[in-house]
Structure formats: structure tokens, C-alpha cells
């Protein structure tokens, strides 16, 4: 088999790099390691910045994501038992966030590739680079799990497989730097049917732990709990669940936390990490492949969409023009805005969360952080900014 770009990988990343590469007359082949229900059945990110959802229109993919997400003008930090509302849209002159799932994204960019005669291989096995130094850099994998190994021929290929894929690994050692910062908490994640407790999203640092309360739909919400990374979920009945989340979500006014059956619960970790460069001869990676940010500025998927879009413009300079600047630049132009935003996610991180090893000097620090924020316009206005998505040139 032969292809312009090969792609490994079906999430966010891949599945938009195939999409953008179509619109601009560009051959991909896409091949994923898990099933197209598997993926469209993840649950993951839910908050979009204005810049991924102008992303989606502009590549006509946005049509249900107007229709069924829901648009945020702000969110509220909760301490001491007060909330804060933080006026995003008036401190950034208009921008807003939407709220629309991630496997929902990957649903519309399937059925879109797939609409328009795609390649996308499911359930593959066996994935491995070669080649990566050539002009002729190949992957093989297996179409069906046991079967005969494929190799795609490819002028380049994309790694957007995500932190645990086969693509950064082939980055040699010597010139790949990697920087990394684990955190001692972990994150409980649940999908209630129930309908919403509050209109916007709720950031809680409270004594017995952060607790964010979000949302998927007027009848399904999401709400995350700060655990230890110990802990199993075996441990979290609904009712302790319920519990934890009424405690730490509580106000001095009475909040009410509607509660509803429980559908989904599962915990996922907290790190960051940068890999440095993002590039090696033909391969380029994106995405989590290249970085992960804790998910306490809701990042992750954005900076996915935002790599893909530097990199589809790369490809099409080199496509129609041969020139090759603006590939050599990639990483250099990604890693600056994506510094950013791990600063920004470390800092809402640290910012929310109760740390055990903190002193009381620290805890004090970290409530005047939240007061400074959320009182003074010049602090509100930065978490503002970098909450709705920085610039791309930014
Ligand atoms: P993905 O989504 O991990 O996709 C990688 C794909 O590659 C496949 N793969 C392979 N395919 C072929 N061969 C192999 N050997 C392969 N190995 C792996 C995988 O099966 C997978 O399908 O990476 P991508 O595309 O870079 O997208 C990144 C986002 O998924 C991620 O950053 C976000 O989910 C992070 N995130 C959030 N991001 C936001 O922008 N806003 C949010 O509100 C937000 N909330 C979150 C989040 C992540 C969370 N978790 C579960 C970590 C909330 C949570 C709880
Ligand atoms: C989510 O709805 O899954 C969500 C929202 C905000 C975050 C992280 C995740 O910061």
C-alpha cells in the first residue's frame, strides 16, 4: 500500500490530521489499534476553546456540535464556601467555551472521513515504524489481529497515538528530551443521569479535596473527584461517591447537587510531560503522543487540534510548493503555545487541589491565590484568556 501521510492513531488528532489533509487534497490512510465502537464510545474531554470549535466550522464538520453542545460565557471557582463566577466572555472581550464531548467529535470526523471515501483501519495489530530517516518511511501493522502484516508506504507519518503509542519511543534517545511532572492525585470521573445542578462549570478546592462539577447534556452530567492514586474505584460505592461530592460542593447558601443513577465511574491519572523535539526525519508527532497536560484546564484535546493544524499547513506548503520550512519549524512553533498551556494546566492544578504534603503556610498561599483571582480583574482576566484558548500565534 502506498500514501501521502500515514497516521497512526484515531483520535482527535489523527482523525482531524486525515481530515484537514482531505480538504486540501492530500492522501491519508488512518490505522487505529482499537474498535470504531471502542472509540466512539471513550468518554474523555468535554470543554472545546473558541479556537477548536472555529476549527470544526471551518472544516464543515461543526454542524452538530452548534446544534447540540452547550456554550459557557463562564465558570465559577468554589472555596470556603463561597462561589466566584469568573465572566469569561467579558474579560476577553467576547470569547466563550463549549461544552461537547469528545467522543462526540470523534463520531462526527469518522462518519466524515468515511462519508468521503477515508481509509481508516480499525482494530489493527502489530504497529510498528520504519524507515523514519528515508523519503520513504513505512509502517506495518496487521489488519486483523492474527492475520498477515500490511506495510503503507508513506512520504511521512504522523504519530498521533496518543502517551502509550509506538511513535515518540522512535525518536532515538540521544536527541529526545523529555520533561515530566507527576502529581499525588488522581482524578474519579463519573457520568450521572441527572439533570444539571448549576449553569456553568464548577471548580471546587475544598479541605477534603478538589471536586469539579461539569456537564454532557441537559440529562447527563459529568462530575470528578480528587483521589489518591492508590485508591480503586472498587472502593467507591455510588453512595460514598454521592457523599464525598454533596461535602465538597457544599456552600454557605445551600447548593443543591442533584443526584441521579450513576452510569460510568473510573479513575485516570494526573501528569504532565513534553517531549522535545516533536519531530524526527519523517515523522511528527501529535497530541498526547508529544504532551499531556492534567486535565484541570481542560487542554488536552485542544492542543491535539491545535498540533494538527501547524502540521496540516506544513504538509500543504510541502505538497504544493516542495518547501520544507515550515515542517522544520513544527515542533518550535507547537511547543511554544503548548508550554503555555502546561503552565496554564499546572497552575489550575496546583491552584485547586488539596495537597497533603502542603504546609499550612502552602494551603494559606493557595486560598489567597484563589481570592487574588477571583477578585481582581487583571488575574481574572489572564485565567480568562488562557481558559478560552490562547491565540495560535500565542
Ligand atoms: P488519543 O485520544 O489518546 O488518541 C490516540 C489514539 O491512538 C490509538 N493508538 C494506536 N493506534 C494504532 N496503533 C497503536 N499502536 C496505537 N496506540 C494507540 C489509541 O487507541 C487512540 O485512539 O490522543 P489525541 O488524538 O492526541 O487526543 C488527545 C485527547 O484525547 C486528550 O488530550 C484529551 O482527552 C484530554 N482531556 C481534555 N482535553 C480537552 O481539551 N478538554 C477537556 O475538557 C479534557 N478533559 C481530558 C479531559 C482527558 C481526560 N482523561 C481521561 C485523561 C478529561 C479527562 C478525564
Ligand atoms: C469534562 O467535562 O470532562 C471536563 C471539564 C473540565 C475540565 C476537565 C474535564 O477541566
Redesign the pocket.
Known amino acids: 500500500m502506498r500514501t501521502q501521510v500515514g497516521i ?8 482531524m490530521l486525515s481530515h484537514l489533509l482531505y480538504l486540501q487534497g492530500i492522501e491519508s490512510i488512518v ?4 474498535t470504531r465502537e ?2 466512539e464510545g ?8 473558541q479556537g ?1 470549535v472555529d476549527l470544526m466550522n471551518a472544516a464543515g464538520v461543526g454542524e452538530r456540535m452548534m446544534r447540540e453542545g452547550q456554550f459557557h460565557h463562564g465558570i465559577e471557582l468554589r472555596f470556603n464556601g463561597n462561589g466566584h463566577r469568573i465572566n469569561m466572555y467579558e474579560l476577553t472581550g467576547g470569547k466563550q467555551v463549549t461544552v461537547y464531548a ?1 467522543h462526540e467529535i470523534i463520531k462526527d470526523l469518522t462518519a466524515a472521513r468515511l462519508h468521503n471515501g477515508g481509509q481508516i483501519y480499525f482494530g ?1 495489530g502489530d ?1 510498528s515504524l520504519h524507515d523514519l530517516d528515508t523519503n520513504s518511511p513505512k509502517i506495518r ?1 496487521r489488519p486483523d489481529k492474527d492475520g498477515e502484516l500490511h506495510e503503507i508506504s508513506c512520504n511521512f507519518i504522523t504519530g ?7 511513535s515518540r519511543p522512535m525518536i532515538p534517545a540521544n536527541i529526545r528530551t523529555e520533561f515530566q511532572k507527576k502529581y499525588s492525585f488522581c ?1 474519579l ?1 463519573i457520568l450521572t443521569q441527572a439533570p444539571s445542578s448549576a449553569p456553568e462549570l464548577v471548580y471546587a478546592n475544598h479541605d477534603r479535596g478538589f471536586a469539579l462539577l ?1 456537564t454532557r447534556s441537559p440529562e447527563i452530567q459529568r462530575l ?1 473527584l480528587q483521589v489518591d492514586p492508590k485508591d480503586d474505584i472498587a472502593n467507591w460505592s455510588d453512595d460514598r461517591i454521592w457523599t464525598e461530592l454533596h461535602a465538597r460542593l457544599e456552600t454557605n447558601n445551600g447548593f443543591n447537587l442533584i443526584e441521579g443513577p450513576i452510569i460510568q465511574k ?1 479513575i ?2 494526573m501528569r504532565s510531560f513534553v517531549v522535545s523535539p516533536m519531530q524526527y526525519g519523517r515523522l511528527f508527532l ?4 508529544a504532551h ?2 492534567p ?1 484541570t484546564g ?7 487540534l491545535a ?1 494538527v493544524q501547524v502540521l496540516a499547513r506544513g504538509l500543504q506548503a510541502y505538497y504544493s510548493s516542495g518547501k520544507t520550512v515550515e515542517l522544520e519549524r513544527y515542533t518550535e512553533k507547537c511547543l511554544r503555545r503548548i508550554w503555555k498551556a502546561e503552565r496554564f494546566s499546572w497552575y489550575m492544578t496546583s491552584m485547586l487541589h488539596r495537597d497533603h504534603q502542603h504546609t499550612p503556610f502552602e494551603r494559606a498561599i493557595q486560598l489567597a491565590e484563589l481570592d487574588y483571582v477571583t477578585s481582581s480583574r487583571a488575574a481574572g482576566a489572564s485565567l480568562a484568556e488562557n481558559y478560552t484558548g490562547l491565540p495560535m500565534d500565542l
Not at 497512526?8 to 482523525?15: D, T
Not at 481542560?298 to 491535539?304: D, E, F, R, S, V
Request: one cysteine or more; glycine letters at 16%; proline letters at 5%.
Open positions: 497512526i492513531g484515531a483520535g482527535p488528532a489523527g482523525l490505522i487505529e489499534n482499537r471502542e472509540i471513550t468518554i474523555r474531554a468535554g470543554v472545546l476553546e477548536t469528545q489493527v504497529v501493522f498521533c497515538d496518543g502517551f502509550h503509542g509506538p482524578w470521573g461539569s470528578y473510573n485516570v491519572s501529535a497530541g498526547d503522543a499531556i497536560v486535565p481542560a487542554k488536552g484535546m485542544n492542543l491535539a498540533d
